[in-house]
C-alpha cells in the first residue's frame, strides 16, 4: 500500500470523513460564490448585451423560480459563499491539526512499544542516533507529511468543483482548464522529483550525524582529554556541508515550483482570452468570468502540487519511521505466555552452546548456581562470562544445551516475569539527571520511599545518603556525576535490590573502582546474602569476587576450565561431568 494510505489510515475515519466533508462543502461554497459573479455582471452591464449569454440564461433560469436577480442578491451570495468557504476550512483545517498531532504521536507510541518489546539483539545492531532520530525528527515529519497531504486533498477538491463550474459555463473552459493545469504540474515535476531524490540523501545523513553525536557526547571525556576531537568536527562539517546541500536544492525545488507558475499560467490565460475573443466571439462578461475561474483552477492546481512536493520531502521521515519500527516489531521478544517463573532450589546450565553468526562463543558449558549462596564466574575478558549471564536472562536463546531453573526449562517460563525475579548491575551503569529515588526507582510509582530507604540500606548507601542535605531526593546530575564512582555503584545496586529480587546479578560491576571500595561492596553484597538468603551471581575477574565466591566457576574461552565448592572444599576439574546430585555441574 503507498506510502499516503498507510498515513491517512493513521487517522480515526469518522475525523477523516468530516474532514472530507467539510472540505468538500467548502469547494462547493467558493463556487457559487464565484458563479454568482456572471449574473453579477449581467445585471450590472447594458441592455443590450443581457439578453443573450450564458450569464443571461442563468437570469432567466432563476426568474423561473421567482428568484428576480439584482445587484445585492449576487453581491450577497458571493460574499456569503467566500465567507462559508472559510468556516468550512478552517473547522476542516482545526481537524486536520488535531489529526497531525495524533498521527505524530501514534507513531512515536507506536516506536516506543516495539522498542520495549524487541530482543536485545536488535539493541545491539542499532545505533542510537538511529533511534533518536526516529523518536524525534521523523515522528515530527510524519505529522508534517499528514499535513501536507490534507492540504492536498482540500486543493485536489477545490479543482474538482472549479471544473464543474467551468463546465456549466463551457465544456471548452472545463477541458482548457484541465489540459492548462496538466501541462503545468507536468512541466514542473521534475522539482518535485529533485526534492524527492534530494530528502532521501538528507534523511541518511541527518541519521548518519545524529548517530556519531550520539556516540561522540557519550565519550566525549576522553576524546577531549587526548585533543583528538578534530577528526570528529572534520567528519561532522562534511555530513553538515551535504545535509545542507539537500535542504539548499529542496528549497530551491519548492520555490522554482511555486515562481514558474503565474508566469505559465499568464500565458495561458493570455492564449485563452484570445481563444476566446477571436474564435468563440465570447461576451467581456463571460471572458472574464472564464478568466477568473481558469486562474483559480490552474493556481489551485499548483497549489496541489505544492502540498505533494511539502509531502515527499516529509514522506521519507514516515518512511523512516515505519522501517524502524518494523525492524523492532520483526525481533519482538517471543513472550506468549508460558509458566510462572519459580527458583526455589538452583540454575543449571546444561551442554549449553551457543553462536554469533556461525562464530562459537560458549562451548558445551555444564554447572550448577545453588539457590541462596554467592556465586563468581571467573575468566579473563573474553571467556564469555557475560554472554552466559544474557542467556541466563532470556536475551539471547542457547544454540544448543538447556538452561533449567529447578529442573524446568527457562524457554517454558514467561521470559518477563522470569526477569522481574532477577536484579541485574551492568559494569556501565547508567544514572540518569534526576533525584537519587528516581533513580533506584526508575519513576515506578509502585515503589514507596520506604521501599527506596530500604534498598539503599541493603546497598550500603544509606550512610552517605543521609549526610546529603537533600537526602534521596539529592539529584545526581548528567550520569551521576556529583557522585563518585562506589556511590553511583551502590545505587546501582539499589536499583537492582527495590523490587526485592531472588537472584542478583552483578556484571563486572566493581570492576571500576579501587580495591578499597570494591571490597567494601563485595563484603556488603555477601552480608546481605547471608541474612536474607538471596542468591548472588558476580560475574567478575577481579580477585575480591574470587575470594569471596561459596561457588567459584572458572571459565576460559567460552569453557568451564574448573569450578571450586568451598561449602564442601572441592574443586571438580573441567574434565570431570557433574552428577545431577551434585550442588555444582562441570563442563565436559
Not at 520495549?116 to 507529511?145: D, H, K, M, N, Y
Not at 575478558?381 to 557475560?386: D, F, L, Q, V, Y
Not at 569453557?559 to 564442601?568: F, G, M, N, P
Amino acid at each position: 500500500m503507498p506510502a499516503a494510505f498507510r498515513l491517512a489510515a493513521l487517522v480515526s475515519p469518522v475525523r477523516s470523513f468530516w474532514i472530507l466533508v467539510c472540505l468538500l462543502f467548502a469547494g462547493a461554497a467558493e463556487g457559487l460564490g464565484i458563479a454568482s459573479l456572471l449574473p453579477v455582471i449581467v445585471v450590472i452591464n447594458d441592455p443590450g448585451e443581457a439578453g443573450h449569454g450564458k450569464g443571461a440564461k442563468m437570469v432567466a433560469f432563476l426568474e423561473k423560480f421567482g428568484i428576480h436577480p439584482t445587484l445585492d442578491l449576487f453581491l450577497l451570495v458571493l460574499v456569503g459563499g467566500m465567507a462559508t468557504k472559510a468556516i468550512l476550512t478552517l473547522v476542516a483545517m482545526n481537524q486536520v491539526g488535531y489529526a497531525t498531532a495524533d498521527v505524530a504521536t501514534k507513531v512515536r507510541l507506536g516506536l516506543v512499544d516495539a522498542l520495549v518489546q524487541a530482543r536485545w539483539s536488535f539493541f545491539i545492531r542499532q545505533p542510537i542516533g538511529r533511534l533518536s532520530a526516529a523518536i524525534g525528527g521523523e515522528a515530527s515529519q510524519t505529522g508534517q507529511a499528514y499535513g501536507a497531504l490534507a492540504q492536498f486533498v482540500s486543493h485536489f477538491l477545490q479543482v474538482l468543483v472549479y471544473v464543474a463550474i467551468a463546465g456549466l459555463f463551457s465544456w471548452q473552459l472545463s477541458i482548457l482548464s484541465i489540459v492548462v493545469g496538466m501541462f503545468i504540474m507536468l512541466t514542473l515535476n521534475r522539482f518535485v522529483t529533485s526534492a524527492r531524490r534530494t530528502a532521501k540523501q538528507q534523511r541518511k545523513r541527518v541519521r548518519g550525524l545524529l548517530g556519531a553525536m550520539t556516540d561522540l557526547l557519550v565519550g566525549i571525556k576522553p576524546i577531549k582529554a587526548m585533543g583528538r576531537q578534530a577528526r570528529f568536527h572534520a567528519l561532522f562539517r562534511r555530513d553538515v556541508r551535504v545535509i545542507s546541500n539537500a535542504t539548499r536544492k529542496q528549497e530551491f525545488a519548492k520555490q522554482t515550483n511555486r515562481a514558474l507558475q503565474e508566469p505559465i499560467l499568464a500565458v495561458c490565460l493570455a492564449v485563452g482570452i484570445y481563444v476566446g475573443i477571436s474564435y468563440f466571439k465570447m461576451s467581456a462578461s463571460e471572458v472574464v468570468i472564464m478568466a477568473l475561474i481558469l486562474a483559480r483552477t490552474v493556481s489551485t492546481m499548483g497549489k496541489a502540487q505544492q502540498d505533494w512536493q511539502t509531502y515527499v520531502i516529509a514522506e521519507q521521515g514516515f518512511e523512516a519511521i515505519e522501517e524502524t519500527i518494523s525492524a523492532a516489531r520483526a525481533m519482538r521478544e517471543p513472550n506468549e505466555g508460558g509458566l510462572p517463573p519459580h527458583f526455589e532450589r538452583d540454575i543449571e546450565f546444561r551442554d549449553v552452546v551457543f553462536e554469533i553468526e556461525d562464530t562459537r562463543i560458549i562451548h558445551g558449558v555444564s554447572f550448577t548456581v545453588p539457590r541462596g549462596r554467592v556465586t563468581t564466574i571467573h575468566g579473563t575478558s573474553g571467556a564469555g562470562k557475560t554472554t552466559l549471564v544474557d542467556l541466563l536472562l532470556g536475551l539471547h536463546k542457547p544454540t544448543e544445551g538447556q538452561i533449567l531453573i529447578d529442573g524446568t526449562n527457562l524457554a517454558d517460563f514467561d521470559l518477563m516475569a522470569w526477569q522481574k525475579f532477577t536484579g541485574y548491575v551492568p559494569q556501565e551503569l547508567m544514572l540518569f539527571h534526576d533525584t537519587i529515588a528516581e533513580n533506584v526507582t526508575l519513576g515506578q510509582p509502585e515503589f514507596t520511599r520506604e521501599d527506596v530507604e530500604r534498598a539503599l540500606e541493603q546497598a550500603g548507601a544509606m550512610d552517605f545518603v543521609s549526610k546529603i542535605p537533600e537526602g534521596i531526593d539529592t539529584v545526581v546530575g548528567e550520569r551521576g556525576a556529583r557522585l563518585s564512582g562506589g556511590q553511583r555503584q551502590r545505587i546501582a545496586i539499589a536499583r537492582a535490590l527495590v523490587h526485592q529480587p531472588r537472584l542478583l546479578i552483578l556484571d563486572e560491576a566493581t570492576t571500576a573502582l579501587d580495591p578499597a571500595t570494591e571490597a567494601a561492596i563485595v563484603a556488603n553484597v555477601c552480608r546481605l546474602s547471608e541474612e536474607t538468603g538471596l542468591t548472588v551471581l558476580a560475574i567478575s575477574h577481579q580477585p575480591a569476587w574470587a575470594r569471596a565466591a561459596q561457588h567459584l566457576i572458572h571459565l576460559k574461552a567460552g569453557q568451564v576450565a574448573e569450578i571450586t565448592d568451598r561449602t564442601k572444599e572441592e574443586t571438580t576439574p573441567s574434565n570431570q561431568k557433574a552428577t545431577n546430585a551434585a550442588p555444582v555441574g562441570a563442563a565436559e
